[in-house]
């Protein structure tokens, strides 16, 4: 299972999809832009609205956590604060 955090502590409205410059669902713009990845949940830490947590499924994991990252990283405005972290997570 690939674990997708973005973060901006502190930003109780933090708008994933802004930060991104994206006009979409952070959720169908990466199942639309990366093949073989399908979402599966969303969560948030302590029920913050500063961070939200997406878990996705594919078939080749690392080679998803790798097109994710690109993805991500040629997306974030200049200047934001948003941070994220993409890990494969056992659960």
């Not at 708008?15 to 969303?42: A, G, H, P, R």
């Not at 609205?49 to 993805?71: G, H, P, Q, T």
């Amino acid at each position: 299972m690939i674990k997708l955090c973005f973060f901006d502590y502190g930003n109780h409205d933090l708008d994933v999809e802004k930060e991104l410059m994206i006009d979409v669902d952070v959720i169908d713009f990466i199942t639309d832009q990366i093949q073989n990845i399908s979402f599966d949940s969303t969560s948030n830490e302590a029920d913050l609205e500063d961070n939200w947590i997406y878990w996705f499924n594919s078939n080749d994991e690392n080679e998803a956590v790798c097109k994710l990252d690109k993805l991500i990283s040629s997306k974030i405005k200049k200047g934001s604060k948003l941070k994220y972290k993409i890990e494969i997570d056992e659960m």
